[in-house]
């Protein structure tokens, strides 16, 4: 059967972001404060926002000759609000009539220069902390030296601040888009990793943004001028849009979250499920007062359904879940209304969203059958969709009969670390080029302790070979000296007779995390 979200279908916004983002049907004054950095107490108003963006996509085109379709790369860390000035270049290059693609910040030269040919960044927009990095793959991917440009107030090593180059008087007029161009134009190229280990970019209309955008502010429906909210997975489109103060804050340690709720009144907070955790075990928690959060919003990864009502228990706080994909954005979402969430939910679909549910041998399944989830949305791509326009998640999920869905299993390719995916054949094909393996599948192993998913391997051995820690360990060590950080294999080395797989040959990695 196919399930329809239990919202009201919305109006489908037919401009381009920028215009969506700044056309104020709530009638934020320009005065009004929308950002603040928790650090410095410096601040944008909404009238500022809208001047420094244009400011900066003048900048842009004067002095780095930037024109429609060019491309601004940001090489930052957390992909929303680490500096105050973040929204106004993403707005700033949209505005110009650019496409906006970010970085993964844990990428080394090689990687990251991959991603700027990929997508073709002519311009670069670094966090001081990772320059050499930028540095070394800007040269790789021919961007010139005068086209990186920092956030921050410091020059370094000859690379000066965006702002004391493309910031001065002058203002544009941002790029206008009909409903067809809006359509067909990009706007951001967001990567995810693929099947294949190596990381995708996807390319995000104006329309699929701005529709982004409206299904969130529908859902969200509290929120609005008089709210103030925080976190590490906060959007930076919605808020010159509601009218909300949003704290930036870019260290996410325990006593600065504290530290800003009970400084700012925070009352919406969106973060991700180690937080959860990090909140519920320091005891420094109990100092500091949080009582004006009326909400915490979890995305990223599925929360525990313990791990929620312990978080409940000692802070009376609720919870509200989502679910989401780099190709969609959000898909469901608990409402920040509902008086009680359901332990374990991810919400409801999102308005102007269907969705069926299909079993292994394709067939439509009904309420509480777990099976393959496809959404049919407004805002899909072109990839992966079947002939009635519905795209194939790869999650295993289940609804209820009030239209809740449930998170059964998470995508059977890819493993979800703290703040990036993991892509198992990675894994898997650098395992095949050690000298003692024969076959190999990789899979992720839920750590309560750090509440993420953390790779652990399952190999087979050549004869001549005897399973020992040792070898365990060789293994372990021939991997992570070829991978980031981040992708080690930071589980066992588990040997096995034979890797389970179908008939054609795919490793069936289900019958692994059962064992």
Same mark, same amino acid.
């Given at each position: ?28 004054? !320009? ?29 842009? =085109? !004067? ?21 105050? !000035? ?28 991959? #991603? ?10 670094? #966090?001081?902390?990772? *320059? ?12 010139? /030296? ?19 180059? *493309?910031?001065?008087? +002058? ?18 190229? *967001?990567?995810?990793?693929?099947? /294949? ?28 001028? #008089? ?41 919406? @907070? ?27 919003? %979890? ?23 989502? &679910? ?9 979402? %608990? ?37 393959? *989830? ?29 239209? &809740? ?8 390719? @890819?493993? +979800? ?16 080029? =050690? ?29 001549? &070979? ?31 007779? $034979? ?9 069936? $990695? +289900? ?5």
């Amino acid at each position: 059967m196919i399930f329809k979200s239990k919202y009201p279908d919305i109006e489908i916004p037919q401009v381009g972001i920028y215009q969506y983002v700044t056309s104020n049907p709530n009638k934020i004054p !320009d005065d009004k404060v929308i950002y603040v950095d928790r650090v410095t107490d410096r601040s944008y108003t909404f009238g500022e926002f809208k001047h420094e963006s244009k400011k900066f996509a003048a900048g842009l =085109q !004067d002095k780095l000759e930037f024109k429609r379709g060019d491309v601004l790369a940001i090489f930052s860390f957390n992909q929303y609000f680490v500096k105050i !000035d973040y929204p106004n270049v993403v707005l700033g290059a949209i505005a110009a009539g650019g496409k906006v693609t970010t970085a993964n910040p844990k990428y080394e030269a090689t990687e990251l220069s991959s #991603h700027l040919s990929d997508s073709g960044a002519s311009v670069l927009i670094v #966090h001081p902390e990772i *320059l050499e990095v930028a540095i070394e793959a800007s040269i790789n991917a021919n961007i010139l /030296t005068s086209r990186v440009l920092l956030f921050g107030d410091i020059e370094i090593n000859g690379h000066k601040p965006y702002r004391s180059v *493309l910031i001065n008087d +002058r203002e544009i007029e941002p790029i206008y888009y009909t409903p067809e161009e809006a359509k067909s134009t990009t706007a951001y190229i *967001l990567y995810s990793s693929g099947t /294949t280990g190596k990381p995708k970019g996807i390319e995000i209309t104006h329309t699929s943004m701005a529709v982004r955008s409206a299904q969130e502010i529908s859902v969200q429906s509290n929120l609005g001028p #008089h709210s103030i909210n925080m976190g590490v997975l906060v959007g930076h489109l919605e808020i010159p849009f509601e009218g909300a103060t949003t704290i930036i804050c870019s260290n996410f340690s325990v006593k600065s979250i504290c530290e800003s709720i009970q400084k700012f009144k925070i009352d919406h @907070f969106y973060t991700a499920p180690p937080i959860i955790l990090n909140l519920i075990n320091d005891p420094l928690v109990q100092q500091f007062n949080l009582s004006s959060v009326d909400a915490i919003i %979890c995305t990223g990864a599925p929360l525990r359904d313990q791990l929620e009502k312990k978080f409940y228990d000692m802070f009376k706080i609720p919870i509200l879940q989502g &679910y989401g994909l780099t190709e969609m954005g959000e898909v469901t979402e %608990c409402s920040d209304t509902i008086e009680s969430t359901i332990p374990g939910s991810v919400g409801i679909l999102f308005p102007n969203m269907k969705a069926k549910i299909l079993s292994d041998d394709g067939r439509e399944l009904g309420c509480n059958e777990p099976g393959e *989830l496809w959404i049919h949305s407004p805002k899909t791509t072109d990839a992966v969709i079947d002939t009635d326009g519905f795209f194939n998640t790869g999650d295993i999920v289940s609804v209820d009969e009030q239209g &809740y869905y449930f998170i059964v299993d998470r995508k059977k390719e @890819f493993i +979800r670390g703290l703040d990036f995916d993991i892509a198992p054949s990675e894994l898997e094909s650098i395992l095949l080029t =050690q000298e003692a393996v024969s076959d190999a599948a990789v899979i992720g192993y839920y750590s309560e302790k750090e509440e993420i998913e953390i790779p652990t391997a399952y190999v087979t051995i050549k004869n001549g &070979y005897n399973r020992s820690q040792a070898l365990a360990e060789e293994i372990r060590s021939f991997v992570n000296e070829k991978v980031l950080p981040y992708k080690r294999l930071t589980g066992d080395i588990m040997f096995i007779d $034979r890797i389970p797989k179908t008939q054609s040959g795919k490793i069936l $990695r +289900r019958v692994l995390k059962e064992n």
